[in-house]
């Protein structure tokens, strides 16, 4: 795990955001300090590790996790005050952008962090190539590091702030500032759905192009690998079935699915997880370190944010599924998310926060294959079934082949998506891009029960500072 150098280089290019400024055109304070200190290849990967850091803890912090998971219909709150307006879908447009708090409202704090990320992104990709001599494989390789980031950042980003691509015609609709530069005084204007995912494709081509493919990757920084899974996530959303299943094939090849032989699940989220293509590393503020990412273990390890029943129901339908493991007795008697492990790295003040945060692996690739086969229809409809089954049946060996077709088939692949993938932050966007309205069975506020398809809440709002500073639409219904 790489900390202390990194540390200090998180601190040094992280900054505060004024209330009064827009967060898309503040001034960058740490533009000077970022020229002065990347003089080299070593002083610029420490920079990208810095921005890594930044990805882990104040963009993708706990909160987002949870998010995409309790504004749908896998996690539902206790007595714990914050998110609770994500979890009613009464969000606001508002000025406030601290850390997540009692009193938040809004996903201004994300925004912030993503905007700061890409500008960053943007600062190595524009000055990378004056060092390029020192070494012309690891320039390529920080260099497509930091074009897979801003892709990655900017396709959360467009999944929180804008209705999914196929809500309008060819993803006509509005969607978010895609920033290819780090000129903070550059203006921003919000692109289409369509023009953000040509973006986001684009970098990741351009990255697929300079990293260099090994057989071994390191799942803890974004590698050739994970561009690939990217670009799957990225054309399913999309709507581009073709593409999507030969990218996920590709990616299978290279990176299986875990099996109970090589430690599925009870590995899955540490450093001998061999299907992750991308993980978040643990980092607390013991052991001499000074930054906690806080990952989201530590809210359900106190059962302050608990599991549906339904998705509760789901996994435990079938008695001799492992994945019931991911399911425990919470508090009131509700039930507790116990799906990621504690303590992986031993000696961190919250062991709850020990475990690698992985957020993408190869169960969701082959997920997306037999999605994208299944949408292709026809003659591909028996390869759907082949990528259903191998999770299905790895889960419960004792199960029978899948034979369902048409609805009934995407039916059975929405549902094991939705197990699968439980409690990792993707249940929203897969909802809305399947254009289903939100259903909480065990929920008895009328106003919180149900959440149709289409509908504004959906989403959250643009920042009031970029509205009325940076000329930025609002979304509808803010």
Not at 104 to 121: E, F, P, S
């Amino acid at each position: 795990m790489r900390t202390i150098q990194y540390i200090v280089i998180f601190f040094l290019f992280s900054t505060w955001v004024s209330c009064k400024k827009d967060f898309l055109e503040v001034p960058d304070k740490s533009v000077l300090l970022r020229q002065a200190y990347i003089n080299d290849l070593p002083t610029a990967e420490q920079y990208l590790r810095g921005v890594y850091l930044t990805f882990a803890g104040e963009f993708n912090s706990q909160w987002l996790m949870i998010y995409g998971d309790l504004a749908a219909d896998n996690i539902r709150p206790t007595t714990y005050p914050i998110l609770v307006p994500h979890y009613k879908w009464s969000l606001q447009a508002n000025t406030e952008i601290g850390s997540f708090s009692n009193a938040t409202v809004n996903l201004n704090y994300i925004w912030r962090a993503g905007y700061k990320i890409v500008r960053d992104c943007s600062f190595l990709i524009e000055n990378i190539d004056q060092y390029r001599s020192e070494n012309e494989e690891q320039a390529n390789d920080l260099k497509a590091q930091a074009f897979t980031l801003r892709a990655l950042t900017h396709f959360m980003l467009v999944n929180m702030f804008a209705q999914s691509y196929n809500f309008s015609e060819s993803g006509s609709h509005l969607g978010v500032p895609y920033v290819t530069i780090s000129d903070w005084r550059q203006p921003a204007r919000r692109e289409t759905v369509a023009k953000v995912y040509e973006n986001v494709i684009s970098d990741l081509h351009t990255a697929e192009s300079l990293f260099t493919a090994t057989e071994s990757i390191n799942p803890t920084s974004l590698n050739w690998l994970a561009a690939k899974g990217l670009l799957s996530r990225v054309y399913l959303f999309k709507g581009d079935h073709e593409t999507a299943k030969n990218l996920a094939i590709e990616v299978l090849a290279k990176r299986p699915i875990m099996n109970g032989a090589n430690g599925y699940p009870l590995k899955l989220f540490t450093n001998q997880e061999t299907e992750a293509l991308f993980q978040l590393t643990p980092a607390s503020t013991s052991a001499g370190q000074s930054v906690s990412l806080g990952f989201a273990g530590q809210f359900y390890s106190t059962s302050r944010y608990l599991a549906s029943k339904d998705i509760a129901d789901l996994l435990s339908l079938n008695t001799t599924d492992v994945r019931k493991i991911w399911i425990g007795a919470g508090s009131g008697g509700g039930f507790k998310i116990t799906k990621y492990p504690t303590n992986v790295v031993p000696g961190f003040a919250a062991p709850a926060t020990s475990y690698y945060q992985t957020l993408l692996r190869s169960s969701e690739i082959c997920l997306n294959a037999s999605e994208a086969y299944a949408k292709l229809g026809g003659i591909y409809e028996d390869s759907a079934r082949f990528y259903l089954d191998a999770i299905r049946k790895r889960a419960v060996p004792s199960t029978s082949s899948s034979t369902a077709t048409g609805p009934a088939l995407l039916d059975s692949i929405y549902t094991e998506r939705r197990k699968e993938l439980a409690f990792e932050g993707q249940r929203l966007y897969d909802l809305l891009r399947w254009k289903r309205p939100i259903t909480r069975l065990d929920e008895s506020d009328p106003g919180s029960k149900t959440l149709p398809y289409p509908s504004k809440k959906a989403i959250a709002p643009i920042p009031i500072q970029d509205v009325n500073i940076n000329g930025l639409q609002q979304n509808d219904g803010y």
